[in-house]
């Protein structure tokens, strides 16, 4: 029928615009704001658009989300000119966002960029005018940390109408990582209009406030990886049981676990005794060797459920859903299309409970127990950073050409440090005799 679209064919919608089939099988558009926004005091309400794909999209996209975000942003949204001055710290903000160095960020970091660079441009000046419409050649170092210093507190307003004064150092922080970032990609794509000096470098800024006292990230011993495992085991939840060992081993984020290690990295057809290790964060990759130089296995535990795993599984990421108590047809992966990871975190604390172990511990704690354990067993600093795939400034262009050799040298002293680990604790257990 011609002017019908299928609901596998349609095109991609808005934020928050639905579509639904009709009895007539024609499709409907609704707009409808996330729950969380209606449960904040958010007055625009669901609404019909019709069956016209082209005015309803027109209708969400200049009215209902401008009307949306300037709720959210308490109407500085409003205060954004549609097109932003040439040479003004807005139209700064677009350059970098053109800017291939953008694309080159995972979602979960532009997602937070975007937000870090609208809480410098949206900030109020005394005159009653916005740092966005700025023009950079009026940027000093002293301006910007005069507004780094309003950034750092925020004022909330309590029930009970007192004002409490909260520091938000890290958000801040970030804040300016991203403008100073946005400077340097501006000042190379537009080196006539972006002055040379970033106002934004060299600020000294401080992770901690005064007489903070150092927060230890959670650490995973060896014996907590064992008996998370079988926790996760006895609950079904084999896939992340396997996950939480390969982050131990390789020193993954879970992010790149859960989101970007797919089937095909795992020993493929013209590299069968290795692993393709892909970092989102850095953008860097490496191929891991699985055996050394005598063909004996590296991770025996590990590669054993990886060609398990790949024998069963579809093309695409490596660990899904598959737990039998909510299977499906094709398992959804753990990360969700927006990158989310907040349901398999709460599958871990349950895992965690399970197993008995310190209720801190979460995901991150096994990758952050396999650098200890690599410091342990007097790993090199070059091989525990060909090991995380680290990079700094001054390495050397070689670097490169080393880590095959690196990673086999420190995974064999990793697996001898665990095996004296072992024994000493076994027998310092004292005799029954």
């Given at each position: 029928?011609?002017?019908?679209?299928?609901?596998?064919?349609?095109?991609?919608?808005?934020?928050?615009?639905?579509?639904?089939?009709?009895?007539?099988?024609?499709?409907?558009?609704?707009?409808?704001?996330?729950?969380?926004?209606?449960?904040?005091?958010?007055?625009?309400?669901?609404?019909?658009?019709?069956?016209?794909?082209?005015?309803?999209?027109?209708?969400?996209?200049?009215?209902?989300?401008?009307?949306?975000?300037?709720?959210?942003?308490?109407?500085?949204?409003?205060?954004?000119?549609?097109?932003?001055?040439?040479?003004?710290?807005?139209?700064?903000?677009?350059?970098?966002?053109?800017?291939?160095?953008?694309?080159?960020?995972?979602?979960?970091?532009?997602?937070?960029?975007?937000?870090?660079?609208?809480?410098?441009?949206?900030?109020?000046?005394?005159?009653?005018?916005?740092?966005?419409?700025?023009?950079?050649?009026?940027?000093?170092?002293?301006?910007v940390d005069a507004v780094y210093g309003k950034l750092l507190v925020v004022k909330i307003v309590t029930?009970?109408?007192?004002?409490?004064?909260?520091?938000?150092?890290?958000?801040?922080?970030?804040?300016?990582?991203?403008?100073?970032?946005?400077?340097?990609?501006?000042?190379?794509?537009?080196?006539q209009i972006v002055p040379a000096s970033n106002p934004f470098s060299r600020m000294g800024l401080k992770?901690?406030?005064?007489?903070?006292?150092?927060?230890?990230?959670?650490?995973?011993?060896?014996?907590?990886?064992?008996?998370?495992?079988?926790?996760?085991?006895?609950?079904?939840?084999?896939?992340?049981?396997?996950?939480?060992?390969?982050?131990?081993?390789?020193?993954?984020?879970?992010?790149?676990?859960?989101?970007?290690?797919?089937?095909?990295?795992?020993?493929?057809?013209?590299?069968?005794?290795?692993?393709?290790?892909?970092?989102?964060?850095?953008?860097?990759?490496?191929?891991?060797?699985?055996?050394?130089?005598?063909?004996?296995?590296l991770f025996p535990e590990l590669t054993a459920e990886l060609d398990e795993i790949k024998k069963t599984?579809?093309?695409?990421?490596?660990?899904?859903?598959?737990?039998?108590?909510?299977?499906?047809?094709?398992?959804?992966?753990?990360?969700?299309?927006?990158?989310?990871?907040?349901?398999?975190?709460?599958?871990?604390?349950?895992?965690?409970?399970?197993?008995?172990?310190?209720?801190?511990?979460?995901?991150?704690?096994?990758?952050?127990?396999?650098?200890?354990?690599?410091?342990?067993?007097?790993?090199?600093?070059?091989?525990?950073?060909?090991?995380?795939?680290?990079?700094?400034?001054?390495?050397?262009?070689?670097?490169?050409?080393?880590?095959?050799?690196?990673?086999?040298?420190?995974?064999?002293?990793?697996?001898?440090?665990?095996?004296?680990?072992?024994?000493?604790?076994?027998?310092?257990?004292?005799?029954?005799?």
């Amino acid at each position: 029928m011609s002017g019908v679209i299928s609901v596998h064919t349609a095109p991609k919608l808005p934020r928050y615009c639905q579509r639904k089939l009709l009895a007539n099988n024609r499709l409907a558009y609704y707009f409808a704001p996330p729950t969380w926004a209606r449960k904040q005091g958010c007055e625009l309400n669901t609404e019909a658009l019709g069956t016209d794909y082209l005015r309803a999209v027109e209708r969400v996209e200049k009215i209902l989300l401008p009307a949306f975000e300037s709720w959210r942003s308490r109407g500085l949204s409003d205060m954004t000119p549609v097109t932003p001055e040439l040479g003004t710290f807005d139209w700064l903000i677009g350059i970098y966002q053109a800017h291939q160095k953008w694309s080159e960020l995972e979602s979960t970091t532009q997602r937070q960029y975007t937000k870090s660079l609208a809480l410098f441009a949206n900030h109020e000046l005394k005159d009653g005018s916005r740092v966005g419409s700025k023009q950079l050649s009026d940027f000093t170092k002293a301006f910007v940390d005069a507004v780094y210093g309003k950034l750092l507190v925020v004022k909330i307003v309590t029930k009970n109408g007192d004002v409490v004064v909260r520091e938000r150092r890290r958000y801040a922080n970030v804040a300016m990582a991203s403008c100073r970032r946005a400077w340097f990609v501006g000042q190379r794509a537009q080196e006539q209009i972006v002055p040379a000096s970033n106002p934004f470098s060299r600020m000294g800024l401080k992770y901690r406030a005064p007489g903070q006292p150092i927060r230890p990230t959670p650490t995973a011993t060896w014996d907590e990886l064992v008996a998370f495992r079988a926790a996760a085991k006895r609950l079904d939840y084999r896939s992340i049981a396997t996950a939480a060992l390969l982050s131990w081993e390789w020193l993954q984020r879970e992010q790149h676990v859960f989101g970007a290690f797919d089937i095909s990295h795992y020993r493929p057809v013209e590299r069968p005794n290795s692993v393709r290790i892909v970092h989102p964060k850095n953008g860097e990759e490496a191929w891991w060797p699985l055996f050394d130089e005598t063909g004996v296995p590296l991770f025996p535990e590990l590669t054993a459920e990886l060609d398990e795993i790949k024998k069963t599984s579809l093309p695409g990421l490596v660990f899904r859903r598959t737990h039998a108590h909510r299977s499906s047809a094709i398992p959804l992966p753990w990360i969700t299309p927006r990158k989310d990871l907040r349901y398999l975190r709460s599958v871990v604390k349950m895992i965690v409970a399970e197993a008995g172990i310190r209720r801190e511990l979460s995901f991150t704690s096994f990758r952050h127990g396999g650098f200890t354990e690599g410091a342990d067993s007097d790993l090199t600093d070059a091989e525990l950073r060909a090991a995380g795939r680290h990079r700094s400034s001054r390495q050397l262009p070689t670097y490169a050409k080393r880590t095959s050799k690196q990673l086999i040298t420190a995974t064999k002293k990793r697996r001898e440090e665990r095996t004296r680990s072992f024994l000493f604790r076994l027998n310092a257990i004292p005799s029954s005799e």
